[in-house]
């Protein structure tokens, strides 16, 4: 999901060049839309999570992929990767690399989300 349609073309061609668009699902909503939710758990699980949202955002972003957990979405082996400020690394479980003051988050768990 990416909310700036721009953005999520230039993310569809990239997974065309790629060779990667049977294998990859791209779509302009916005993730912290309950109804955009339950489609994709719909659409799901999912095995790999890539997450990329604004740093001002990073509460919501936490707060949908929980609920995402929740509802279904993820399947039991998947793994997220998810980059943030390095000062909020912390909220996400997994093993943290940091980059200045940007961290990748690798979380081979997702079901800890909700145990947090």
């Known amino acids: 999901m990416e909310r700036d349609r721009a953005a999520a073309r230039a993310i569809r061609r990239s997974a065309e060049a790629l060779g990667l668009q049977d294998r990859c699902r791209v779509a302009a909503r ?41 509802i279904g979405a993820f399947s039991s082996e998947a793994i997220l990767v998810i980059e943030c400020a390095k000062a909020d690394a912390e909220r996400f479980p997994g093993k943290a690399y940091r980059y200045g003051d940007t961290s990748i988050v690798l979380c081979e768990d997702v079901s800890e989300l909700v145990s947090e």
């Open 30 to 70: 916005d993730i912290a839309d309950a109804e955009t939710q339950r489609h994709l758990a719909r659409q799901g699980p999912f095995d790999l999570i890539f997450c990329d949202p604004p740093y001002a955002e990073i509460e919501a972003a936490h707060d949908s992929l929980k609920s995402l957990q929740n």
